[in-house]
């Protein structure tokens, strides 16, 4: 079902046709195919199964022509608001998914090959319902990004997205794919953060291919402020014996939605999903994540932890889908989800899909509040009640940051999960 009223419709085309007069030959022609398979498919609804925890209400209000098109509305941006960077990694900073060259940090000799290009090439297609935000990405984005890393070959890269113009006056859309090579190794962190505190209105688009051998360690972080919308649409490939661990955080936007489907195509694959997301006062976060097993002895871990605070609302839907002649399938879920206010909801939902024999597959999800016993234990230690429930929240958390294998950007994260959780005392575990 589609949230896309002929009103909505509407404003989508004579946004569009706005946009695309800076677009020329095939460019202009794949953002137009682009707009039409998104009419023709709608964006979703809270009818919609898999969308039914997402705030689409937001839908109706937001400005579609790209900010880098509308011009002039956007905050300054300067290296001081930059977060500091990761040793031995490469930095590209993107302001509302355009290329910012003066605050970037190349580093000579490295290995990955960077293409900037109309976003046409490489063109995001949604290949089920749940990623028909690509499609708006498809139509809209005005700048896209290759990264590839050579057979055999290692590097390390930072992607850096500063949203810095006002949702009421245009919107930002990163846009990269991804293509790690036969037997390389890629360290990718992407980051998404605000240029100022004026709401933002983000949709970005990702594609992740992993060659034979090869491994990718995706870090993303969506530490947007508080007053943003944020959607996104995750899609990744791998290969026989490819590895993929991707480490997801989510502190920020007022309204929230992630995407990500990943298909294990080769014999041997591995993945590793490990999200955290923290919700306060009314915050959405939701994210939706299917992994596809086609291929025979593929292995899957999926860990969720999300803590709803204030009147928050965080969900995470897990499925996976083992088909006909994937045996000797692998896969665990672990999906936990906490409550930390009186008006709080937390939704997890493991999902399997089972289409053939020889598997091992296990899930598990609870929801509920901190526990009664470790409470009382902490305050007969003398802890006070807010001390000892910020202690538990944190411990909580521990299964998805200790998966986080880069130490700079791992004491990064704590501090920023520390800033959520409004304890400055707990920056001494750190």
Not at 2 to 13: E, I, K, N, V, W
Not at 99 to 121: E, K
Not at 166 to 174: F, L, T, V
């Amino acid at each position: 079902m589609s949230s896309l009223t002929p009103a909505l419709a509407q404003r989508l085309t004579a946004e569009h046709a706005s946009a695309a007069r800076a677009l020329t030959g095939p460019a202009l022609g794949a953002a137009q195919s682009a707009l039409e398979a998104l009419l023709a498919a709608g964006l979703p609804s809270t009818r919609d199964e898999n969308w039914k925890y997402a705030n689409l209400r937001t839908l109706e209000k937001l400005r579609y022509l790209p900010a880098a098109t509308a011009g002039g509305h956007a905050a300054p941006v300067t290296a001081a608001l930059l977060p500091p960077t990761v040793p031995q990694f490469a930095r590209y900073v993107f302001i509302d998914g355009v290329l910012a060259p003066g605050l970037s940090a190349p580093l000579g000799g490295a290995a990955a090959t960077l293409a900037l290009h109309d976003a046409t090439a490489g063109t995001v297609t949604a290949g089920s319902a749940d990623e028909r935000f690509a499609l708006l990405n498809a139509a809209f984005a005005p700048q896209g990004l290759t990264v590839g890393v050579a057979a055999a070959a290692t590097a390390r890269l930072e992607l850096l997205f500063i949203a810095a113009a006002d949702a009421e006056h245009g919107a930002s859309y990163p846009r990269v794919q991804v293509e790690v090579g036969p037997g390389a190794q890629l360290a990718l962190i992407e980051r998404h953060l605000s240029g100022a505190e004026l709401p933002s209105f983000v949709n970005g688009a990702v594609t992740v291919a992993v060659g034979s051998g090869g491994s990718c360690a995706h870090y993303r972080l969506q530490h947007l402020n508080g007053r943003s919308t944020y959607f996104d649409t995750l899609t990744a490939r791998l290969a026989a014996r490819a590895t993929y661990r991707l480490h997801g955080t989510a502190t920020g936007g007022q309204s929230a939605r992630s995407t990500v489907t990943v298909r294990l195509e080769g014999e041997r694959a591995e993945l590793t999903l490990a999200v955290a997301a923290l919700g306060d006062r009314q915050q959405v976060q939701d994210a939706y994540a299917v992994v596809e097993h086609s291929a025979p002895n593929a292995r899957t871990e999926q860990i969720f932890r999300g803590i709803a605070a204030g009147r928050a609302r965080v969900a995470f839907n897990g499925k996976i889908v083992v088909a006909p002649g994937a045996s000797g399938t692998d896969s665990r879920q672990s999906l936990r989800g906490l409550l930390a206010g009186p008006g709080a909801e937390i939704d997890v939902r493991p999902q399997l899909e089972i289409y053939t024999d020889d598997v091992r597959c296990s899930h598990g999800a609870t929801a509920g509040k901190l526990d009664d016993d470790m409470l009382f234990y902490l305050l007969s230690r003398g802890l006070t009640r807010e001390t000892a429930q910020r202690l538990l929240k944190w411990a909580f958390l521990g299964d998805v940051v200790a998966k986080i294998e880069l130490p700079g950007l791992r004491r990064q994260i704590e501090e920023r999960l520390v800033g959520q959780l409004q304890d400055d005392t707990l920056r001494e575990l750190l």
